[in-house]
């Protein structure tokens, strides 16, 4: 009787604690939903994304953000929606430094995880470069120098596209103290550098920083060449000369006189410095 009495007490208890663990569930079930979901931490994300966060810690820069900061919506499975309308938008964060119209960030940062590792190599962005600026890439292959060798980042670096360098940043010593940056280009095409050309607005002191003797010998003359700049006589391109008779033309010397003296110079010695 005494075993008798013992089995229906703990049965009773046994039914007992399962009402009260289904009427606690109930309750707890119920009060859950009258909660406010947190947000996600990173860390809960990263238990996922396991890649993805040790990109971010290892190489994220400035993107070492939280998750949500950027992915301001949980994803789902979408799959009728285009990949590029789910990620954030690189503009939320940034403005377009290359221009709207032009490449889009992640043809360059490849990785917006790890943003300055996964940029492209130099080869693949001087291609990506050349589809627009056709007419420098065409110069610097026909033209080959230095520059040939060297990426469109190397020298366009800044935040914006289309920033130029300085020429000094390479080049420390310029040919005078005259030449700046526009100075350096009034000679040698940034693409083409080795063919000098200019217009006939170069200033002679430009020329002076690779001709000294030249200009002054010219300097120091009492007579009209004194006054001329240098690209009147060496105009367009480097080494040219124009002939006497392009500004003399043959008449102040009898036919019978040039028979004997062939050249101007043979009389009038150097035309930096001529002597009558």
Known sequence: MMKYNGMVKCRSLVLAVTVLLACAGSLFAADVYQQQVPEMTTLECAKCHVQVFEALRDAGGLHQQECRDCHDKFHTFTPGVAWEDRVPSCASCHEHPHGEELIKCL??????????????????????CGQCHQGETEQLQQNVSAHTEMACAECHQGEKHGARPACTLCHEKPHTEYVDNAGCA???PPHAPLVIKYDNKVQSSICAGCHPDQR??????????????????????????HDCQHCHGYGPHNPELLKNFKGCVDCHGDPHSLNL
């Open 107 to 128: 043809d360059c940062h490849q990785n917006a995880h790890a943003p300055i590792e996964s940029l492209v190599v130099a080869d693949a962005l001087a291609e990506m």
């Open 216 to 241: 002054k010998f010219q300097e120091s003359s009492d007579l009209k060449h004194r006054t001329l700049a240098c690209v009147v006589c060496h105009a367009d391109e480097h080494g040219n000369i």
């Open 186 to 188: 009034s000679c040698h």
